[in-house]
């Protein structure tokens, strides 16, 4: 099994006043040329946006964006049609395609919202552009893994144009699994929301990022309550 560590203080740091976001891999004015991508994931971005704020209308094309809020109301519209607001629970997904305009604001005017953009980068090129939101919460099972996140269409969560698998671990209490990967060639990218959780012999604090990959599974581990999203990709792209 092999592995690379991100704590979250080597992250890249960007603050605009009504933005401060986080950057697990290269993003904008972030560059690290050995934090470029974790094989189909590109980009982790934890942002937090004031009240009342947000990013205005801009295109995206031949990517796979998930939104994951954390804390607060997020409130989307895209060139597609689509008006809504995501909130801690849901997830969305947008597959930009042949190319999208979307804003993301604050749906509220005083408290911040806080949400995890996450982009994956797609098995097929120039597809129609799409946009699916599920709550995912109120189906999740205790100390348990749920997935959000697949590449079909039929099967639990959103889903995307890559063979990849998101899943949250949202437990209480002192828990141990084995987490087994869907397919070969696969590696997952292992990060705590919140809380601790060791993977294998491996500790973890709030906002770690820990990538594995040449192996079938792993040994995930909570001693108190955590939350864990991970996300399974291919490492070849």
């Given at each position: 099994m092999k592995t690379v560590f991100h704590v979250a203080q080597s992250r890249g740091v960007a603050d605009h006043g009504w933005l401060r976001s986080h950057h697990t891999f290269s993003f904008a004015g972030y560059h690290d040329p050995n934090r470029v991508h974790f094989g189909a994931l590109r980009v982790i971005n934890d942002d937090e946006v004031a009240g009342g704020k947000g990013f205005e209308a801009h295109p995206h094309h031949n990517m796979e964006i998930i939104s994951l809020p954390i804390s607060g109301d997020l409130a989307h519209r895209d060139s597609m049609g689509h008006a809504g607001v995501i909130r801690s629970g849901d997830v969305q997904i947008m597959s930009a395609g042949t190319g999208v305009v979307h804003s993301e604001m604050n749906a509220n005017a005083n408290i911040p919202v806080q949400f995890l953009q996450i982009w994956v980068l797609p098995n097929q090129q120039d597809v129609e552009p799409r946009y699916a939101q599920q709550r995912w919460a109120?189906?999740?099972?205790?100390?348990?893994?749920?997935?959000?996140?697949?590449?079909?269409?039929?099967?639990?969560?959103?889903?995307?144009?890559?063979?990849?698998?998101?899943?949250?671990?949202?437990?209480?209490?002192?828990?141990?699994k084995t987490y087994t990967l869907h397919r070969p060639g696969n590696g997952?990218?292992?990060?705590?929301i919140d809380g601790q959780?060791?993977?294998?012999?491996?500790?973890?604090?709030?906002?770690?990022?820990?990538?594995?990959?040449?192996?079938?599974?792993?040994?995930?581990?909570?001693?108190?309550?955590?939350?864990?999203?991970?996300?399974?990709?291919?490492?070849?792209?």
């Open positions: 109120d189906v999740a099972q205790a100390n348990d893994f749920q997935q959000i996140v697949s590449p079909r269409e039929d099967d639990a969560g959103v889903w995307l144009h890559q063979q990849a698998w998101f899943s949250l671990a949202r437990w209480q209490g002192r828990v141990e997952v990218y292992v990060f705590v959780a060791r993977v294998n012999d491996i500790p973890l604090a709030k906002r770690d990022g820990l990538g594995v990959w040449e192996t079938d599974s792993f040994r995930l581990k909570v001693d108190v309550a955590a939350e864990i999203l991970l996300m399974e990709v291919p490492m070849a792209v």
